[in-house]
């Protein structure tokens, strides 16, 4: 998927802005501006604690949306209901300054949890948009926070008699990355006209296998969000079943491949690993086995260290809560199978921790030999820079 | 709970062997023998990948048993049935050495999983057990694999009339430590005179608050394995509620000192951190998000680096999949509440963040303001030094 010269889709426009939360001397501020008014569709974070913008982006299902405002450096989570009156305000402003209808904006927050939204920053920052940095790449990066690279995906899909549309997607997360639903921060921005209804049934289907596919710590956040705008702007709607389908997988490669790219630079990560489960008995068989796997210290600290220590992986696959037997168990490093029912099998040590050093993308697989269910998930290794990020994050 | 000049009860024998196993140049076999036939009382992992040894150890529950013997460097796990076979064949060659019946003797295992048993190194160690090195501490010192220092804890319990009952405990296990039910290895031995039912029933009351209480990776053993042998040798046998009670407590204090040993020294562990959570809704509740909190990498890095970033706590508690309500939660540092019902209270961080420096044991306490009851967990912090013997591990 192309991620260099980013296509914004028509009657958008995406600005960066110099807030100064936390970050001095870099833009920290992104804005979506629509003039004709979106279909909104969103996913938020299960977490019990939900931050105050995800409160706001849950109270405004339904309506027409103008515009979003991201900023990192601040969750706004854990601040009670000046919190929640902080996210209000700045969508106000944010409304208030292009002249959109009030509760057509919205907030989205990442950084320290407990710290308050600082409202007179933002009033600054929103005063004079002029000279705001534009296009995608501006906006992805002012939305990053330890993240090291900007994270953008776009698609166009091509109708029968030429007609377009564009979907653009941006995303941003790093670490407190386990999505049960969406995850971190994402935004896909899209230039069809469809019902909302539509747009929000396809965001679901396809959460399964981006957002809610990837780990880096396990730990879900209280602000992940994934919102969608169709602006309708390219004056296309969707004719048929056909043309439906061709949206509908445009759109989920622009899901797969943000929340790839959010795995691929997950905290410290010197790798991406493919923890494939299959012949589960259950969908949930499969989903908890592989969970376990792609969030087990052990499993990730071995990759690491280029270990082939695949006793590890038969050990939490057995602890997961999957129905599993050891004696029905195969497990396969890239293709080649290490352990076979029951049995390890001979492999060459050096030859395999070589092959896992010099790959950067890992897969295994393990098949559990009760049923034809499978799940996909994508994790990292931990280094020792996740431990150095994480431990060193607010002091 | 004294740990030198450790009591061994009376009829016992402790012995340690040069196995050459894994390491080379030091004890890795070690022995518990007993003449008289001691009631046998176990708890083990309920990891559904479970060991050959804990396999033949289960196998042998209610059978009354004259010795131990336990080994690092393998685990024998994930062996297949010759693993099994080679458990059952140390067990023979240790009951023929002693003169002990059939099936009287039990194996326990740590290492590697999927690393065969060197059987012949068995053979030729048990062959000549005459320049074993004895006593607990050799005991304690060969069963350790990256413990970092040997785990033991004594009671002598004085009953009514000068009557004495001794109970001593080893354990080993400093990473994959996540039991659900015992963990790691752990042998506590006593020469009280009771029935097998009575020592099963104590064994399984005591194990919430001590193996079970604490996690150092959230990952759970293949191995775990607690055995309990008491042979009598004391001559007294608990005569009423008062001396059962009195053995009880002492039984207790063993295996959490045991427990909170293993914490302690959890691999690379610059901290021990007490999580209690009370005011939940349900044990259950209190249990589902102590040990989310004690397992999540966000918040033993934040105490790894001494930062008091306590919104990681609160997420945890959130995504826990207890009941709880940000609105209603209190969180104390030591004894300083420093978010109480939604709210983040002002507090120093550079003070906090200099006494979390200075301490080796902190306490964290989340009231959820739900209910009546309560969990508390040990748990270690996430540094460098546990990446590195993790990566490190089997290359």
């Known amino acids: 998927m192309e991620t260099n010269n980013i296509e914004i889709p028509q009657g958008f426009r995406l600005l960066a802005l110099e807030g100064g939360i936390k970050y001095a001397g870099r833009k920290d501020i992104g804005l979506i501006i629509s003039t004709r ?21 849950r109270e405004r299902l339904g309506h027409n949306i103008h515009a979003v405002i991201v900023n990192s450096g601040s969750a706004n989570a854990c601040t009670g209901e000046e919190g929640y009156r902080d996210a209000v305000t700045i969508t106000r402003l944010l409304e208030k300054g292009f002249g959109f209808p009030k509760g057509s904006a919205l907030s989205l927050s990442t950084g320290v949890i407990g710290v308050p939204l600082p409202v007179e920053k ?12 534009t296009g995608a790449e501006a906006f992805a990066r002012a939305i990053m926070t330890t993240d090291t690279v900007p994270k953008m995906a776009a698609k166009k899909v091509v109708l029968p008699g030429g007609r377009e549309v564009r979907i653009t997607g941006f995303a941003k997360g790093a670490g407190m990355i386990s999505p049960n639903m969406a995850t971190m921060l994402a935004c896909i921005i899209t230039d069809v006209d469809i019902p909302v209804k539509k747009l929000q049934k396809y965001l679901l289907e396809g959460l399964e296998d981006s957002f809610n596919a990837v780990t880096v710590d396990g730990d ?21 079943k056909e043309e439906r389908r061709a949206f509908k997988k445009a759109l ?10 959010v ?8 790798k991406c690993i493919e923890i494939f489960v299959d012949q589960a008995k259950t969908r949930r068989d499969a989903e908890l086995a592989a969970r376990a796997i792609a969030n087990s210290l052990l499993v990730k600290t071995a990759f690491f260290g280029n270990d082939p220590n695949w006793g590890r992986v038969i050990d939490v696959a057995g602890y997961s809560g999957a129905d ?19 049995k390890p099998l001979p492999f060459d040590k050096k030859e395999l921790a070589a092959k896992l050093a010099a790959a950067r993308d890992i897969k295994i697989r393990l098949s559990l030999g009760e049923g034809k ?23």
């Open 37 to 57: 008014p979106c279909s909104y569709a969103g996913a938020f974070t299960t977490n019990r604690v939900q931050a105050a913008p995800v409160r706001l982006c």
């Open 324 to 342: 599993v037997r050891e004696s029905r168990m195969e497990l396969f490093y890239h293709d080649r199978v290490i352990f076979s029912r029951g």
């Open 263 to 270: 795995v691929k630079d997950g905290e410290g990560a010197t």
């Open 122 to 133: 933002f009033e600054t920052a929103l005063a004079d948009t002029s000279r705001a940095e």
């Open 373 to 395: 269910h499978s799940r996909r998930l994508y994790t990292t290794d931990l280094s020792y820079d996740y431990v150095k990020i994480n431990a060193e994050y607010t002091t």
């Open 252 to 261: 989920f490669e622009v899901m797969e491949s943000l929340a790839l790219q």
């Open 220 to 240: 879900m956040s209280t602000n992940d969000s994934l919102v969608v705008l169709a602006n309708g702007a390219s004056q296309t709607a969707l004719q048929d």
